[in-house]
């Protein structure tokens, strides 16, 4: 199953609010949720039974198991390498080998490979089992993941919103204009945190109907709908009259399912009815079924643990003879060890495509084809990038001219974990020009008429504020230029590349407990902070990506931070460095795939603005060393770290929300270096970037500050030029003061800077 399931926990709740629960009473807690599928409440208590006994290899080893069930394969790989550390019984001898399968799974082939050649000597006198196969298949593996690799593939494209949701969506078919698809999805859901609290947490059948405007909201098939049993995997049979699916029982968080058949007549399923015949086997999980035309015959592929494969699931076939499927043959060619799935057969080109996590490949799950050459299958072949990826692809099939996927790869939909869950993906070929126009016009009058945040909105409002940091004077080094041509991914790169330098520099000097302190420090710094900073990022970008395709304008506010380290002023413009080294990672995203968004050139109106404050040090915390020559707390320190940082602070859309009239793209302004009674005069420039004629009122909450008046008025498209004056007479030291920008109807405003060092 590929989304969470989050069960009620009211039973439990009278008992924690009253005592803190002992050890044993967490982890048989966490344990039952574990074994129910409640992945991420497992985790929760878990966690806290860690905070009680964080040297517990069992308790590590618990929350590696379970972030791996949860697909979250960056966690999963952290605790794995702490079982691997620190399992000096080798109560777990599996750790290395799924270490190195987390790192493969997060793209990281070259430790995969490293880690895999452990875990190959590991069970080096265990030939013959199933964990030295699987080691030694995972070191080629990766070796060929190297090897063939690439960034530069095409992505496919995520399907909108009316098809796929939060939850879990697999493809199937197309029939009468219909996309027929599956999702775990939930009837209960807390919006804030999309938390389930339904024990019904089932998959069912769905279509969306496909028109020249793209795919429309979604539909629960009723006439499958069966409360108590999960379906899913549908597929007709050649002659449009009968339709095959899996109905699956849970058993803890796994399916025990069967292959069931209904009437097909005139849009509506009826006589719902186990297969009969030699297909379900009791006692065997038998499912993702699969109606073709292969060598002449109608035939059903199938996946089965029956007896007669090679691995736990693997993929046979039957052919309809006399109103019957006969005996049904394994097709042993591409089955493994590992588990086989979602066979799909190309009769265009006669080729079976599956996936399997055993065959070469870039992640978990991997698509791959087979050729059926006169009756036999060819070895496997990797269908290779971009419908593989390190994560799970599954449910390959063709649609005319589009290829389509389900995956949970980085850019799916997600609530809390982004590789939680499997979205169907696609490959469309390219639209011609009028086309393109005519759908993005429709596009645009749709969207137009909403008047509330949309889903993907409000989920990207609720990831800010997104906090990005940098090495010391970093983007370049020792200049004073207020621009860069490095991209913030690069810089981050660099970064993580000095972590252990920078561990080395910090416990120079310190006595050994004191350095062992201030370096774990510094490693959860770099872990929670920095790494996850980048990771959001992308996240984010992909939400904003998603946005802009829908023809929205994006405004990003974006403040900066240097730690104090250098001249004020110096630290300014390496502020505003790095806020460059950010507008270029948008625009060379995905090479490059939101440039013409950023440049305002985009064909369906999409636009992505930015809107900056760079602070340098003048918010920085005072206490922070900014001595040259103490690097060791002004440069490599964990305090130090924290100011160097730039912050996503919010985002503001054109579409779905209402506008917010007044733009100014950098609200700060920088006095520099001041004698102390200096007034400081300047003034802001204001735009209006509505047609019609808005008011606005300014609000100073200083004494010290005063503006050239508290109310304008300004024409559509024009600009106000605000005047203010700053006494420095009662103030010390480096300042920050600042007024709002309010206007009527608006709970947000806008707030404008003034900084200053008073000397």
Known sequence: MSRLYLGSLFVFISFFSFAQPKLKQLVTFADEQYKKGDYYYALSYYRQALQQDSTSVELLWKMAETQRAYKDYVEAEKYYAKVFARDQEQKYPTSILFLGLMQKQNGNYSAAFETMKLAKRRFEGEKGEYWYKKANQEVESAAWAIKNFSDTAQPLKRLPLTVNSYDAEFGHTFRDGKLIFSSLRADSVKEKNQEVYSKTYKTHIYSATVTENGFQKNQVVKDLFNDKISAGNGTFSLDGRRFYFSNCEDEGFNYRCKIMVATYENGRWSRVDSLKGSINQAGKNTTMPHVTRMNGDEVLFFVSDREGGKGALDIWYAKWKDGRFLD?????????????????????????????????????????????????????????????????????????????????????????????????????????????????????????????????????????????????????????????????????????????????????????????????????????????????????????????????????????????????????????????????????????????????????????????????????????????????????????????????????????????????????????????????????????????????????????????????????????IIQFTLKTTDLNGLNKQSFLLKVDGFEVNSEFFITSEVK
């Open 328 to 720: 049904p043959i394994a097709v042993n060619s591409i089955n493994s060890e590992d588990n086989e799935l979602t066979p799909w057969y190309d009769t265009l080109e006669n080729k079976l495509y599956f996936s399997s996590s055993w065959h070469y490949g870039f992640g978990g799950q991997d698509v791959f084809f087979s050729t059926n050459k006169n009756g036999k299958f060819t070895p496997p072949v990797n269908a290779g990038l971009p419908i593989n990826s390190p994560a799970n692809d599954q449910y390959f099939f063709k649609h005319k001219d589009t290829l389509l996927v389900s995956t949970n790869r980085i850019g799916s939909y997600y609530a809390k974990n982004p590789t939680c869950c499997s979205d169907i993906f696609a490959y469309f070929p390219p639209k011609k020009v009028e086309e393109v126009k005519k759908i993005e016009e429709v596009k645009v009058v749709e969207e137009v008429k909403k008047k509330e945040l949309t889903e993907n909105q409000k989920r990207i409002k609720q990831r800010l504020p997104v906090t990005l940091y940098f090495r010391n004077d970093e983007p370049d080094a020792s200049s004073w230029a207020t621009t860069t041509k490095q991209n913030y991914l690069n810089t981050y790169q660099l970064y993580v590349g000095r972590y252990d330098y920078y561990k080395t520099e910090l416990a120079k000097g310190l006595a050994p407990d004191v350095a062992q302190k201030r370096v774990a420090d510094l490693s959860c710094f770099f872990s929670d902070n920095v790494d996850k900073g980048a990771k959001d990022l992308i996240m984010l970008t992909e939400m904003i990506k998603a946005e802009l395709e829908l023809g929205s304008a994006v405004t990003l506010f974006i403040k900066g931070f240097a730690s104090p380290v250098a001249k004020t002023d110096y630290n300014v413009n390496l502020t505003k460095r790095r806020i460059s080294s950010l507008i270029n990672f948008f625009n060379e995203y995905n090479n490059g795939e939101l440039t013409n968004y950023v440049s305002g050139t985009a064909a369906n109106g999409g636009k992505l603005t930015f809107t900056f404050a760079p602070f340098g040090e003048y918010t920085a915390d005072q206490t922070t060393s900014d001595n040259t020559k103490d690097q060791s707390n002004s440069v490599f320190s964990k305090e130090a770290g924290i100011e160097r940082k730039i912050q996503i602070e919010n985002i503001s859309f054109d579409k779905d929300e209402k506008i917010f009239p007044f733009l100014c793209q950098n609200p700060v302004f920088t006095a520099g270096t001041v004698k102390k009674g200096d007034l400081i005069t300047g003034t802001f420039t204001i735009n209006n970037i509505m047609t019609d004629k808005q008011t606005f009122e300014l609000v100073s909450n200083s004494k010290d500050l005063t503006v050239s008046s508290k109310t304008y008025t300004v024409d559509g498209f024009s600009k106000a």
